[in-house]
């Protein structure tokens, strides 16, 4: 539990300096704005690529695993879009309700984190989900939000659709790293380099981000962040094991892994989405550093559970 702790305390301290950043006005506003499209526009884009043009699809796609883990999360994204709806507010808001709920910070801390705690051979199932979060869901609320903002159905959503698709950095880069992949193209030695620089910003830059926005905004609705972050560190999680273990019979150590990495706290690359979008930032911050700081401890005893340590 307390080594737990120790591994991540890293994470959380990038969060606080950046937050204290912005409240100290080390930081302006227009100098989080840049660092945020740094991070959406390069660090990610340079991070996912490099992900995506390393993973072995034949070796490690196993489709019983993907359906498992992509059928839990859609449950659950429906029924939070409902009850957000339900609660008030506007659809664009309670996709992104649902997207803070299923969606966790799988490349930042989920594949470093398990392939310490839980091994190596952890890492291969963490991309397929990782994978399934980007394929799946990273394209599933482009559309939901074009939808709500065009609100016209038929061949006439297609455009806009194909458009906030191609111009989501994060998506492009994710399926130029597969198609990189799977046309066997040699990636000279100092492009490694260069992506694997760029992308390492990734984490620091998201994180700081995600810290310095909170310092700018009161946090108006401090109970829809606890909600959040409940659903996504123990909600998201006991869905996937149900599922996992009792319904599709996953081999244990993948079903393992796969609650795990459902366990982990919301992903920076939604603060990154709503930041893009413009639809309720301090929102999302809130629920990422809430889960992020209760991680530490939810994490440790899901992992405990899982392996019974």
Same mark, same amino acid.
């Given at each position: 539990m307390i080594s737990t702790f120790i591994q991540t305390l890293p994470f959380f301290l990038i969060v606080g300096i950046g937050y204290l950043s912005g409240k100290y006005k080390f930081l302006g506003r227009r100098g989080i704005d840049a660092i945020t499209k740094f991070v959406f526009y390069f660090a990610l884009s340079a991070m996912l690529f490099r992900f995506s043009s390393q993973l072995e699809i034949n070796e490690i796609f196993d489709l019983q695993f993907v359906g498992c883990y992509a059928l839990a999360t859609l449950i659950l994204y429906i029924v939070v879009i409902f009850i957000s709806s339900l609660s008030g507010n506007k659809f664009e808001t309670s996709v992104f309700d649902a997207q803070t709920a299923t969606i966790g910070n799988t490349g930042f801390l989920g594949i470093p984190l398990l392939a310490t705690l839980v091994g190596p051979q952890s890492v291969g199932y963490v991309m397929m989900i990782l994978a399934t979060d980007f394929v799946i869901f990273g394209i599933l609320i482009v559309i939901l939000i074009m939808v709500s903002r065009d609100r016209k159905w038929g061949f006439g959503l297609l455009n806009p659709i194909a458009t906030g698709l191609f111009q989501n950095p994060m998506i492009l880069s994710f399926f130029l790293g597969i198609l990189w992949k799977y046309l066997d193209f040699q990636?000279?030695?100092? =492009?490694? #380099?260069?992506?694997?620089?760029?992308?390492?910003?990734?984490?620091?830059?998201?994180?700081?981000?995600?810290?310095?926005?909170?310092?700018? /905004?009161?946090?108006?609705?401090?109970?829809?962040?606890?909600?959040?972050?409940?659903?996504?560190?123990?909600?998201?999680?006991?869905?996937?094991?149900?599922?996992a273990f009792y319904l599709f019979y996953i081999e244990p150590y993948a079903a393992a892994v796969m609650v795990i990495t459902?366990?982990?706290?919301?992903?920076?690359?939604?603060? =990154?989405?709503?930041?893009?979008?413009?639809?309720?930032? #301090? /929102?999302?911050?809130?629920?990422?550093?809430?889960?992020?700081?209760?991680?530490?401890?939810t994490v440790t005893f899901t992992i405990a559970l899982m392996f019974q340590i």
């Open positions: 990636t000279p030695s100092f =492009m490694k #380099e260069f992506l694997l620089i760029l992308g390492q910003a990734a984490t620091p830059g998201a994180l700081f981000a995600i810290g310095a926005s909170l310092s700018f /905004r009161k946090i108006d609705n401090p109970i829809s962040a606890f909600w959040l972050s409940f659903l996504k560190l123990l909600g998201h999680p006991f869905l996937v094991g149900i599922m459902a366990s982990l706290p919301v992903a920076g690359n939604t603060f =990154m989405l709503a930041q893009h979008y413009k639809i309720n930032p #301090e /929102r999302i911050s809130a629920a990422i550093l809430l889960s992020t700081l209760f991680s530490a401890f």
